[in-house]
């Protein structure tokens, strides 16, 4: 990766540009007129070159075919996620008489962050195109950055339990959390079920299967996020400290996914008995709680446990066929 300054140019009354390095233009082949695709992605904008081998049949997709009791935006999730299952790189959705600007933010909530988004009101579509190259996605990075998001809802909800954190600030800490938890998540299903260049056998087998472990992960996110805007809504705190198993309960989701990620049987057997231990702690708690919210938090924790659990087998099972 390299970096270079460039100063913005003024082009008419209101419109800033910048040039594109000449070595990018040439590697991807891009003449005048092409099209670029432009993220806007947090802080930062990201340019991708079109993709020459696009798909010339076109898929459409009719929004307003779908159930009209669902909301805007869980049509727009299901879709997406959908399309990520199915490996369909580029499509287009009929949005009919719908905003384009209400569509545009149920895509990007939909955890759509490097994707080309070209709207056409006249014609009442939203043409979406992945820019990501599934094969070039490091799967062991993919799982990493989830369990770094992971742990930093964890750190959040503690703080939250706590009632040390800004109300309004944990809100938009938990909604740029979940952005990018769905993001993770429709790669890891995109990676899924796209094979990879260059395995197979029973290598493809333990990476598939690692993948499917880790796409639980996104279970333990949405449990933390409700139950944090619960806490957040009804202002009801747990009653009794419970600080320490949802430290504990962190500390080894970490552990968790790096066995997942590297398995090894003998990570995973340790920390089968350490989740076993917790989900007793946890269970003794909820027996000698009084406190119905505390309670009910204990409940949600014994949830993210058994999911743990269930990712720990799978470690020592891939752990085992790595013998």
Known sequence: MSVTTRKLQKLGLKSLVVTLPRDWVKTHNLEPGDPVYIVEESDRLIVYPPKREEATS???INLEHLADNDSLKEKVRRVISCTSMLGIDNFTLKIGKKDPNEVFDAIREAGIISAGIDVDE?????????LIDISRIDTKMLIKTLAQILST?????????????????????????HKDTLNLERLIIRSIVEPRPGISGLEARITYSMLS?????????????????????????????ITDIVSNLRE???????????????RSRDLLTRI?????QIEDRISESR?????????????????????????????????
């Open 58 to 60: 076109e898929i459409i």
């Open 122 to 130: 006249r014609t009442g579509s939203v043409k979406i195109s992945n």
């Open 153 to 177: 809802l964890f750190d959040t909800f503690i703080n939250i339990i706590q009632g040390s954190i800004d109300t309004k600030k944990a809100e938009v800490r938990l909604r740029d959390l």
């Open 213 to 241: 472990s880790i796409s639980l992960l996104p279970l333990i996110e949405d449990i933390l996020l409700k139950e944090s805007m619960r806490i957040i809504s009804s202002g009801k705190r747990p009653g009794e400290p």
């Open 252 to 266: 080894i989701m970490i552990q968790t996914i790096m066995t997942v990620a590297s398995p090894s049987t003998t």
């Open 276 to 280: 076993g231990d917790l989900e007793k």
């Open 291 to 323: 406190d119905p919210v505390t309670s009910r938090i204990l409940g949600s924790l014994y949830n993210i446990a058994r999911i743990l659990r269930v990712q720990l087998l799978a470690a020592f099972c891939i752990g085992l066929s790595n013998r």
